[in-house]
Structure formats: structure tokens, C-alpha cells
């Protein structure tokens, strides 16, 4: 359920955390336990453990540290402080082939509507939600999107991951923080990731918020690949002139086109470009190296 300061708390199903240490094995394998792992335990008594073992995963990710994920919910705002669209198609770009759902949620509605984001990501093919934590606008909505699933929360620092975890179930009480004045930056309120139960049986992790200049989780795919990681190619891919096409800037790209005639949003194909450009910097044998 969570990891902190070298013990992992597991929920033996009763709800009950234990604070189990892990195996020397974990380390000489270079496994790191994550959040969301299913896992084998002994319990010694008064809430202390040890973890056995860490059951095959379904997914996993770096940033947010998580494994088996149904739902990627990516928290937006139009609002202070405001989404780069960057950052949102970063981690919907390394949740597609994970077989794991990105789904969009703009908050702070109540302070801005922040049309354009919507627009583009329902377009785009998400499941794309507009709520406020603050006046309880489109958590009901929410709360129907991640029922019965296991999500993870993202997002940028301040976009209010906390608070909308506070709106869906109010005796959580996580602490949430101010937006800083001066930089319009959030205060990474949340140090550590940890997942909760709702009373409707949705489990939901709550994570640090990343920042703009974060080059954590930095894409590992082979630029050839990413063009599948943007769902609304997909109809464009097989039509351009040249086989191999980057869709960067080939004569007779079909996706250019797209993007051009209004059939796909600029910023994301903006995004692509720059995800494309950064695959193209890591060498194969880095990519070799993080893969394991
Ligand atoms: N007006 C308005 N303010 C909000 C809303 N949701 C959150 N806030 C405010 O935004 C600030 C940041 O909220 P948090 O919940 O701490 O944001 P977070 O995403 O958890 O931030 P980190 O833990 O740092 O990643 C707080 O001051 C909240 O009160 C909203 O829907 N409307
Ligand atoms: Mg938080
Ligand atoms: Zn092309």
C-alpha cells in the first residue's frame, strides 16, 4: 500500500497494515517493491513482517513508482498551477501498450474551464473529465470512472491530486498545499506514494506531483514505436507517401495532413515531435540497460 523509509506496509486483505522489511534477495536481484505489487508475507506479530516474495506484475511504472494499474488518471488544470499538455501526453504516451487506460481529468473547473485541454483530449479518444475538488462538480463522475479498478493520480504539482481524493471520500484528510504566489508552482505537498481504499471499493494511489523539469521516466520506446502511443494516428499511419515515415516533417505525411486539416490537436503532435526527438538522443545501449 505504501513504502517508506525501508518498509513496505502490505494490506493482508483485512485492511490491517503490516510494515514488512524485504528479503535481502530483492535487493541482490535489483527488485525494487512497488506500491501496488501483490505480494507474499510472514507476519511476525504486532504489525512487523517480513516480504517473501513479489507476485508476477501486470504493468509497471517509473514515475509514478506503481505496478499493476487498471487507470492512469491524469490530473490537469487550466488554472494555477496551469498543465504544460507536454507533461499529460509524457505519461499517456508510456501508459499506451501497458495495458493500462490514461484517462483525463481537468480540475479546478471552477476556476477555469480550461476548454481547449478538454476539447483536445476527448477528440483525441480519452475518457475526459471536468471536476472541481473545491465545489464537488463532476467528482460524482469520477468516482463512476474509477470503480472497481485499481488507478494511480498523476500530475503536475498543485493541480490538486490530493484534494480530489479528499472530495471523494472527506475523512482522508490528505494534506494538500498551497500554490506558491510567485511562481505559480505547487509545493510537492505529497512526498510519497501510497494507495487508498474508497468506501465504494475503488482503490486510487495518491502521488508526489512532477515538476516541468523532471527528466525522470524519460521515454525508453524506440522512436520507430512511439507513433503508436498516440491513439488518433492511428487511422493516418498506413496512408503517408513513404514507408518509414517519422511524421515529423516527410513530404506526403498523412498525419502532417491531420494535424493540418483540424483532425488532430497541434500540441499533441507537438508532443510527439518532442518525444520523438528525445527517443532519437538515447543510444541503444542505455535503452538496453534501463529496460532490465
Ligand atoms: N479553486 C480550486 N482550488 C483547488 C481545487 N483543487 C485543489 N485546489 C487547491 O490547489 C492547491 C493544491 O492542491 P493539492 O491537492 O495539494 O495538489 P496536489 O496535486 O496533491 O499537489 P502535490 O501533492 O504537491 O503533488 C490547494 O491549495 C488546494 O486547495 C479546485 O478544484 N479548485
Ligand atoms: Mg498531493
Ligand atoms: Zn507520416
Redesign the pocket.
Known sequence: MKALSGFYYVDGGDGALTACRGRGKFRHQKLTPLVGDRVRFTSLGEGAGILDEILPRKNQFQRPAVANIDQLVV?ASG?VPVTDPFLIDRVVSIAEGRDCEPVICI?????DAAEELYQTYRKAGFLTLR?????GEGIPELAAAIAGKVSAFT??????????L?ALEPEFR??????SDKLGR?????RHVELFRLSSGAIVA????FSSFDTEGMELRRPEELQYTFREFAPYLDQCRFTGCAHVKEKGCAVLAAVKAGEIAPSRHASYVRLYEQAKEVPEWERKEKEQ
Open positions: 490530473i488554472a480540475n479546478k473547473c471552477d476556476l471536476v472541481s475538488a473545491e465545489t500530475g503536475n504539482s498543485g493541480v490538486g491530486k490530493s484534494s480530489i479528499n490528505l494534506q494538500v498545499g498551497e500554490v505547487g509545493r510537492h505537498t505529497t495518491d502521488t508526489p506531483g
